[in-house]
């Protein structure tokens, strides 16, 4: 029963790389998500998917992007790694009822 | 937008107190408002949600409260235990944007004391 599998589980960047945290779910559903977690802060809500092929922006976009080929995918990409990238990653889904599954999570640092 | 505040940020209890964590919201249209328990390096987990037209839900040890003309709700945790420490965060899902954004509240770090 893997529900949402994210990798890597940490990760240290040097500022202006690159790179993706891959997300993948094997319960169908529609709904994904990528929240960012900042210490001693709530999740904030980076992209969104409502199917395959349809993303859009949530509150804090600005520096990543996102692609949803498949049901199962929702891959974020980061772009010329900032030090206000560091953060703690949650990959998410939903069938779009209520509950929300999360990922264990992702571990960033920008250096 | 909507937007959830929630209070305490950190709450100490001694084991087998209760617990109370209280969260506000401001868009009137949400109408669905979950609690996630959030474990040391996992993944934030539902553990009770409630909808707006019910005013309160228990399971167990755990009870969720709504009161919709103040906009506020809150989760209470009777008889606490070690393993309910964690940071706990409330939600709310506007309107019936099914899947769409929840707004996450910034989370309270709760520790029982053994």
């Known amino acids: 029963n893997a529900g949402v599998t994210q990798t890597p589980k940490f990760r240290i960047l040097k500022i202006g790389q690159s790179m993706t945290l891959q997300c993948a779910q094997d319960m169908n559903h529609n709904y994904m998500y990528w929240y960012r977690q900042d210490p001693g802060m709530g999740l904030k809500l980076i992209y969104y998917s409502v199917g395959a092929g349809i993303t859009d922006k949530g509150e804090v976009p600005n520096g990543y992007n996102v692609s949803r080929s498949t049901t199962e995918d929702f891959p974020l990409r980061l772009e010329l790694a900032a030090p206000s990238q560091t953060s703690v990653y949650f990959c998410?889904?939903?069938?779009?009822?209520?509950?929300?599954?999360f990922g264990e999570g992702s571990w960033l640092t920008v250096v | 937008g909507e937007n959830v505040e929630q209070h305490p940020s950190t709450l100490s209890v001694q084991e087998g107190d209760s617990a109370v964590i209280k969260c506000t919201y401001s868009?009137?249209?949400?109408?669905?408002f979950p609690w996630y328990k959030q474990e040391l390096g996992k993944g934030p987990q539902l553990i009770i949600d409630i909808r707006s037209n019910v005013g309160e839900k228990k399971d167990q040890r755990i009870a969720v409260t709504l009161n919709k003309t103040a906009k506020h709700f809150s989760l209470h945790i009777t008889e606490t235990q070690p393993e309910d420490s964690a940071v706990y965060f409330c939600a709310a899902r506007p309107g019936d944007n099914y899947g769409q954004n929840f707004v996450f509240g910034p989370g309270t770090r709760l520790s029982v004391l053994p």
């Open positions: 998410a889904s939903t069938s779009g009822g209520n509950t929300i599954y």
């Open positions: 868009d009137s249209a949400s109408n669905y």
